[in-house]
């Protein structure tokens, strides 16, 4: 019978696909409001989506591992016993997977004391004698030999589960040179690393081919293994009985007893109300549509009366980008009045790279797409440029950039009502930013059109910027019924009116004194090379200081210094790990080490500025809202948030920043304890506000309560204590980090403690109570409602939950800080604004701005700054503001 007219059976293995779908796609980019980690699930459901589409199988079922021992473990204890513990992210993946599975009516099979594995080969063989064109779908490279006529392997590639690798007998011969049925003797003589079957020694899979196509099998290869030369012959003769043991292992078994048969496994229909249930616990919004779309289509779903969808073709259900109109003139500002009117339309400004200039605007609305040539000697586009510069809500992706380009193009922008990408950071602040095409498929759950980089007549045309748009709008629409009504919040009043803010910033730059930096590297490599060769005559001899290797060696091995953690390379040479090594074990050359370190990293840091200046003479730094998860802004390209405060170097650097020679001078302002006065709010603790409301110095108030003496009493020492310890019981600082960070007995830092939270209860339950309320809502929130979630508050591996429960305690904290100083920066920029002020905010570096004040706008200025920043937040406390002048950001220090 020909392939076309057989039913089709589809064997998947099921852990297997399972956990390359969970490390194909990032984890923190999926996980349920329970707090489950669902990446494997989602990845592969899509995969399984995409397999029912493609290959339309008329008979299904996947089979599962239940543990991993098996019959194998029992004779070969070390079989797969180099395999790491399951990601405790993956646990519980597997249930859900198959709950999921049950709902779709697809036949899931285990069996007690054998492998999934074994269950693929037992129901291959079955379809085959009974006429089915077979497909197995395993990452288990075992799998191939399952290969003949009736049985194809669907082998997942090195990106994951999206692309399958199709192995027939042509494309395994092609592959490998051996027919399917031969690979388990050539996996014999080479070994399997992911099984722990050690192979001979010397063998390689070339020569195992060479020697399994001379000789026809393995027995027949250890018949001959006299007649084998050399070194490898001679490996063969002492390790046969590794091959001999390896072959016995991977022989998949095929005649397993199991409760079903193919003919069991035909595609029955699937249950709508159950998929609903579950995909609803998975929150798998695109996942349910594309699935339900597959069954209405082929007429396969339980309980649910005909529809116009039943009778409908998938592609007839799957949105179609509208055909891309070029519209200019009149016919272009009717097309944008009635947009705005029907509501919020998407678009996307299209940038040459290279020259940043704009080239077009591509804009979109549910069911049309426009394209909008821009150019220096255009048409009339008063109606673009009048629409743009209105309030009319628009939708973009990334604004940011396209607002600088408009900007630098002259064009006035407002209005923007949705940044996707913002959006998404809000909804999984743990993920990392997403790119437009990995939106479209983690949102759409579809690939976006994209032309291949690395041809040079590409096969396929990336689609337009109008089509960018319509992408976005429906990206948009999804987000806005994904995110919760705090976070929303927290979009629509404090992230995106910032996103203007910060491109005029980045816009503005700061100026730099070339000369101070360039004095300051020459002096630091002098010094570097200076600590460089005194630590080489401490050795006798030089060395790659940069080098952990070789480090580990004259440290550990020629000098015998006591070991610091293991790591997979040797011990560790990090700045931690060598800092406290000194500490109590001092040594020359390990001294002249770390001080060696110190002036190349602020060397390093001087360098990267330096090629940051532009031909202005300005540091343009990028910001990054979505760079952390706590809320607060990153900066990049360059950094201007790594350099150190505290030290003369880094001080050095800092007044490398100036004000321009047109400008009067700089203004620095800064919160004082902003944390620890969120703390007070947040806690309500008596003592903690009585401090902040009297204007006392918070520490030496709390210094003198816990050691019982006059706050004149407190000594530095006394103070220092205190104040370590404040700030560490809100990042969840142990008695044993206390006592390391500040060199004191473990007992006395327990005791510090202790007495600390004895005179402010209302902290202790604070704290307590912040991680306990997170575990039962799977999310902390700030004082304005952005959420941040934490799943691993309920995770079995206690390092997870542990690192969980300390970012859960600060994480109200720290994002209510960034909301309150973004607050501060949007009424500091409309006042600015509206009093038609030249001054200008310039940085943002942690809880500091900085602004270049214009000739007779101190007063002004500073006035502004100081309301502003004081009054961004109601507290039980005042939010302390202090303000610092000069002619650069070291001399404006305060």
């Not at 390689?204 to 393995?218: D, F, H, N, P, R």
């Not at 503005?508 to 005194?534: F, K, N």
């Given at each position: 019978?020909?392939?076309?007219?057989?039913?089709?059976?589809?064997?998947?293995?099921?852990?297997?696909?399972?956990f390359r779908a969970f490390y194909a796609l990032p984890v923190d980019s999926f996980m349920n409001r329970e707090g489950q980690h669902t990446n494997a699930i989602h990845g592969f459901i899509a995969m399984f989506i995409n397999l029912l589409k493609q290959e339309k199988p008329t008979h299904i079922a996947v089979a599962f591992d239940i543990s991993r021992y098996s019959f194998r473990t029992r004779e070969y204890p070390e079989y797969k016993g180099t395999r790491g513990e399951t990601p405790p992210e993956f646990v519980g993946q597997i249930p859900l997977l198959e709950e999921a599975l049950h709902a779709m009516n697809i036949v899931t099979v285990t069996k007690e004391d054998f492998e999934a594995d074994d269950i693929?080969?037992?129901?291959?063989?079955?379809?085959?004698?009974?006429?089915?064109?077979?497909?197995?779908?395993?990452?288990?490279?075992d799998a191939i030999q399952l290969v003949n006529e009736n049985v194809t392997l669907l082998y997942p590639n090195a990106r994951g589960v999206s692309e399958l690798?199709?192995?027939?007998?042509?494309?395994?011969?092609?592959?490998?040179?051996?027919?399917?049925?031969?690979?388990?003797?050539?996996?014999?003589?080479?070994?399997?690393?992911?099984?722990?079957?050690?192979?001979?020694?010397?063998?390689?899979?070339?020569?195992?081919?060479?020697?399994?196509?001379?000789?026809?099998?393995?027995?027949?290869?250890?018949?001959?293994?006299?007649?084998?030369?050399?070194?490898?012959?001679?490996?063969?003769?002492?390790?046969?009985?590794?091959?001999?043991?390896?072959?016995?292992?991977?022989?998949?078994?095929?005649?397993?007893?199991?409760?079903?048969?193919?003919?069991?496994?035909?595609?029955?229909?699937?249950?709508?109300?159950?998929?609903?249930?579950?995909?609803?616990k998975l929150q798998f919004k695109t996942l349910l549509e594309r699935v339900l779309t597959i069954a209405a289509a082929e007429g396969g779903i339980d309980e649910a009366?005909?529809?116009?969808?039943?009778?409908?073709?998938?592609?007839?259900?799957?949105?179609?980008?509208?055909?891309?109109?070029?519209?200019?003139?009149?016919?272009?500002?009717?097309?944008?009045?009635?947009?705005?009117?029907?509501?919020?339309?998407?678009?996307?400004?299209?940038?040459?790279?290279?020259?940043?200039?704009?080239?077009?605007?591509?804009?979109?609305?549910?069911?049309?797409?426009?394209?909008?040539?821009?150019?220096?000697?255009?048409?009339?586009?008063?109606?673009?440029?009048?629409?743009?510069?209105?309030?009319?809500?628009?939708?973009?992706?990334?604004?940011?950039?396209?607002?600088?380009?408009?900007?630098?193009?002259?064009?006035?922008?407002?209005?923007?009502?949705?940044?996707?990408?913002?959006?998404?950071?809000?909804?999984?602040?743990?993920?990392?930013?997403?790119?437009?095409?990995?939106?479209?498929?983690?949102?759409?759950?579809?690939?976006?059109?994209?032309s291949d980089p690395n041809q040079l007549v590409p096969a396929d045309d990336a689609i337009g910027v109008a089509t960018e748009a319509w992408y976005v709008l429906r990206i948009a629409e999804s987000q806005a019924l994904a995110i919760d009504a705090g976070s929303r919040r927290v979009l629509d009043t404090i992230e995106l009116p910032l996103v203007s803010v910060?491109?005029?910033?980045?816009?503005?730059?700061?100026?730099?004194?070339?000369?101070?930096?360039?004095?300051?590297?020459?002096?630091?490599?002098?010094?570097?090379?200076?600590?460089?060769?005194?630590?080489?005559?401490?050795?006798?001899?030089?060395?790659?200081?940069?080098?952990p290797k070789q480090l580990q060696q004259v440290l550990f091995d020629e000098l015998g210094m006591p070991k610091t953690r293991s790591t997979k390379t040797g011990y560790s040479t990090d700045a931690a790990s060598l800092t406290d090594l000194q500490?109590?074990?001092?040594?020359?050359?390990?001294g002249l080490l770390l001080q060696h370190r110190d002036v190349t990293k602020l060397k390093q840091i001087i360098e990267t500025l330096e090629r940051g200046v532009e031909q202005n003479g300005r540091i343009h730094t990028t910001y990054d809202q979505t760079g952390t998860s706590t809320g607060r802004i990153s900066s990049n390209d360059p950094n201007l948030q790594n350099i150190p405060v505290r030290t003369e170097e880094g001080r050095r650097i800092r007044s490398a920043f100036i004000s321009a020679p047109e400008y009067d001078t700089l203004l620095t302002a800064d919160y004082s304890q902003i944390e620890m006065r969120i703390m007070a709010h947040l806690s309500g603790d008596a003592g903690l506000i009585e401090a902040f409301n009297a204007g006392e110095d918070l520490h030496r108030f709390v210094g003198s309560r816990i050691f019982g003496v006059d706050p004149a009493e407190v000594t530095s020492a006394m103070r220092s204590k205190v104040k370590a310890m404040s700030y560490g019981l809100a990042y969840?600082?142990?008695?044993?980090?206390?006592?390391?960070?500040?060199?004191?007995?473990?007992?006395?830092?327990?005791?510090?403690?202790?007495?600390?939270?004895?005179?402010?209860?209302?902290?202790?339950?604070?704290?307590?109570?912040?991680?306990?309320?997170?575990?039962?809502?799977?999310?902390?929130?700030?004082?304005?409602?952005?959420?941040?979630?934490?799943?691993d508050l309920t995770s079995s591996n206690r390092v997870l939950r542990d690192n969980a429960e300390r970012a859960a305690l600060n994480a109200p904290i720290q994002g209510s800080a960034a909301d309150i100083l973004k607050i501060a920066m949007l009424g500091i920029a409309r006042d600015l604004r509206e009093q038609k002020l030249e001054s200008r905010m310039l940085l943002q570096v942690h809880d500091e701005l900085i602004f270049e004040v214009a000739t007779g706008e101190w007063d002004a200025l500073s006035g502004i700054v100081t309301n502003r920043m004081s009054t961004a937040a109601e507290l039980s406390v005042p939010l302390d503001v202090q303000l610092g002048r000069g002619p650069n950001w070291d001399a404006a220090a305060h």
């Open positions: 019978m020909p392939h076309s007219e057989k039913p089709t059976l589809l064997i998947i293995d099921g852990h297997s696909l399972a693929l080969a037992t129901l291959a063989r079955q379809g085959d004698e009974a006429g089915y064109r077979v497909l197995v779908v395993s990452g288990d490279r690798k199709r192995y027939d007998i042509e494309a395994v011969h092609e592959r490998y040179g051996i027919q399917p049925h031969q690979y388990p003797e050539i996996a014999a003589l080479v070994g399997e690393t992911s099984d722990n079957l050690i192979g001979i020694d010397k063998v390689g899979e070339k020569t195992a081919v060479k020697w399994i196509t001379q000789y026809g099998s393995l027995d027949e290869v250890l018949a001959h293994a006299d007649e084998i030369k050399g070194v490898v012959g001679e490996k063969l003769r002492e390790q046969k009985e590794n091959a001999i043991r390896n072959r016995r292992l991977n022989r998949l078994v095929n005649d397993v007893e199991l409760p079903v048969g193919p003919a069991d496994l035909e595609r029955r229909p699937m249950n709508e109300q159950a998929i609903r249930e579950i995909f609803d009366a005909p529809s116009d969808a039943a009778l409908a073709t998938e592609d007839d259900l799957t949105p179609r980008a509208p055909a891309v109109r070029t519209l200019i003139d009149e016919e272009l500002a009717n097309w944008l009045k009635k947009a705005t009117s029907d509501g919020s339309p998407a678009i996307a400004v299209q940038i040459e790279h290279g020259q940043a200039g704009i080239t077009g605007f591509g804009l979109a609305t549910e069911d049309d797409s426009v394209y909008v040539p821009w150019a220096a000697e255009r048409p009339d586009y008063t109606a673009l440029e009048a629409w743009l510069a209105s309030d009319a809500p628009k939708q973009l992706y990334y604004a940011k950039p396209q607002l600088k380009a408009l900007s630098r193009a002259g064009i006035a922008f407002d209005g923007l009502a949705f940044d996707t990408r913002l959006a998404a950071w809000l909804i999984k602040p743990g993920g990392h930013p997403l790119s437009l095409a990995d939106q479209v498929y983690e949102v759409l759950g579809e690939n976006l059109p994209q910060l491109a005029r910033m980045e816009l503005d730059g700061v100026a730099i004194d070339r000369p101070v930096l360039t004095g300051l590297r020459e002096e630091l490599t002098t010094r570097a090379d200076d600590y460089a060769t005194r630590a080489y005559a401490e050795i006798g001899r030089e060395v790659n200081l940069g080098s500490e109590k074990s001092p040594h020359p050359f390990l969840g600082l142990s008695a044993f980090g206390l006592s390391k960070q500040l060199r004191i007995e473990s007992s006395e830092a327990k005791q510090l403690m202790t007495d600390y939270f004895a005179r402010f209860g209302a902290v202790r339950d604070y704290l307590r109570n912040v991680v306990e309320q997170a575990r039962v809502d799977g999310y902390t929130e700030t004082i304005f409602g952005r959420r941040r979630p934490f799943g």
